[in-house]
């Protein structure tokens, strides 16, 4: 599973992010000479990781900036595009407004934009949340994780800054050591 394409239903506000098919790497810089004495964090990187697993299906958390703003966000729909095996491709479509019905749009093809498509091109349209779940972990297909669905893995590629002080406990599993 690769990720090749991030976008929304709001293109001006949050433009579609190609990925590349090699290594992406995730910079942020201060380009404009007036900011340059700026701290160079708070310039969307972590947020960028927040949106990817929210749209890898994380479950909805009252603290994630798109519901402790949901007046901003309550109208944006979020697409991941994943390649899946060569040449297959799925689109995830998850919604703010109903984060717990999530999409899904297999395809041939890469940076497809189903932003303005009816409903009726969805393969799988507004699925339960858990099902949903189950779904996705069929089409990624991560074996090497079974017993557990692909969630336990993504945790560890999507890290916010305090997921580091320790190596195999994550913050948001503040639970067993065992998992």
């Known amino acids: 599973m690769k990720i ?3 976008y929304s ?3 001006d ?3 579609p992010i190609d990925f590349n098919e090699g290594l992406n790497v995730v910079l942020a810089e201060i380009r404009l000479p007036e900011n340059r004495d700026k701290d160079t964090h708070n310039l969307g990187k972590s ?3 927040r ?3 929210f749209c890898f299906l994380a ?3 009252p603290n994630l900036f798109l519901f402790k703003h949901l007046d901003l966000f309550q109208d944006f729909e979020f697409f991941l595009e994943l390649e ?3 040449a297959s491709f799925l689109t995830i479509k998850r919604t703010v407004n109903e984060a717990s019905k999530p999409s899904f749009k297999k395809h041939g093809s890469r940076n497809q934009n189903f932003a303005d498509q009816s409903d009726e091109v969805w393969d799988h349209l507004s699925i339960p949340f858990g099902r949903a779940v189950k779904m996705l972990d069929a089409f990624i297909s991560w074996n090497a994780l079974k ?3 692909y969630r336990k893995g993504i945790g560890y590629l999507l890290r916010s800054q305090e997921d580091y002080s320790e190596v195999f406990k994550l913050k948001k599993f503040a639970g067993k050591h065992a998992d």
């Open 51 to 53: 949106v990817l697993d």
């Open 9 to 11: 239903n709001k293109s």
């Open 84 to 86: 899946i095996a060569p």
């Open 13 to 15: 506000l949050f433009e």
């Open 59 to 61: 479950k909805k958390s």
């Open 4 to 6: 090749s394409r991030l």
């Open 147 to 149: 017993p557990w669905n």
């Open 47 to 49: 947020t960028l990781a």
